[in-house]
T-cell receptor, first 114, second 116 residues
Framework: DVKVTQSSRYLVKRTGEKVFLECVQD?????MFWYRQDPGLGLRLIYF???????EKGDIPEGYSVSREKKERFSLILESASTNQTSMYLC?????????????FGQGTRLTVV | AQSVTQLDSQVPVFEEAPVELRCNYS??????LFWYVQYPNQGLQLLLK??????LVKGINGFEAEFNKSQTSFHLRKPSVHISDTAEYFC??????????????FGQGTILTVHP
């Protein structure tokens, strides 16, 4: 089974802190994604990566950056956390290529910024 | 640009009753269509997908959906629900061509609550 593991289920951080959310997949997938989930808004794409060191902005990249130094790991970075970044963050991965392949999701990280 | 609208934010039903969760989409290009389920405190799990072929798609746990291109809809149905179907359901689309990389655009979600 494909496994997408997010390093933390729950995080509480202070306003202004630099926050790292980590995601690891074990199936040699090329594509990795970070989504943000908010009630009534569904999931929105923050960033995705289609190869090591390659990244593209999604629909809501403001206030976030990403890093992909190794194929299996995709990190989401909040440079200076703010309260409006309190949310559930979901990582996903898929096999690769430019068209659709099934995406597998991690369990999510619920981030609270106080 | 694409968008997905789930017409009901909450759907309460009684156990063993039928249910339909409605989804409409807007896109200027051909799309693939999906339904995902999220149980409490868990990630998303794929229920079913439409890529091509028959417009009636069967998925896991007895769910099915029908792609209606003229009405740009992809409604999810189950003839008889169980308590264990209580969850949030998301409809999603992805570009069927070009360099989409499988990026998904999601609807707002529908919370299905099954009562005994």
């Amino acid at each position: 089974d494909v496994k997408v593991t997010q390093s933390s289920r729950y995080l509480v951080k202070r306003t202004g802190e630099k926050v790292f959310l980590e995601c690891v997949q074990d199936m040699d997938h090329e594509n990795m994604f970070w989504y943000r989930q908010d009630p009534g808004l569904g999931l929105r794409l923050i960033y995705f990566s289609y190869d090591v060191k390659m990244k593209e902005k999604g629909d809501i990249p403001e206030g976030y950056s990403v890093s992909r130094e190794k194929k299996e790991r995709f990190s989401l970075i909040l440079e200076s956390a703010s309260t409006n970044q309190t949310s559930m963050y979901l990582c996903a991965s898929s096999l690769g290529g430019t068209v659709y392949t099934e995406a597998f999701f991690g369990q999510g990280t619920r981030l609270t910024v106080v | 640009a694409q968008s997905v609208t789930q017409l009901d934010s909450q759907v309460p039903v009684f156990e063993e009753a039928p249910v339909e969760l409605r989804c409409n989409y807007s896109s200027s290009v051909s799309v693939y269509l999906f339904w995902y389920v999220q149980y409490p405190n868990q990630g998303l799990q794929l229920l079913l997908k439409y890529l091509s072929g028959s417009t009636l798609v069967k998925g896991i746990n007895g769910f099915e959906a029908e792609f209606n291109k003229s009405q740009t809809s992809f409604h999810l149905r189950k003839p008889s629900v169980h308590i264990s179907d209580t969850a949030e359901y998301f409809c999603a689309v992805s570009n069927a061509g070009g360099t989409s990389y499988g990026k998904l655009t999601f609807g707002q979600g529908t919370i299905l609550t099954v009562h005994p």
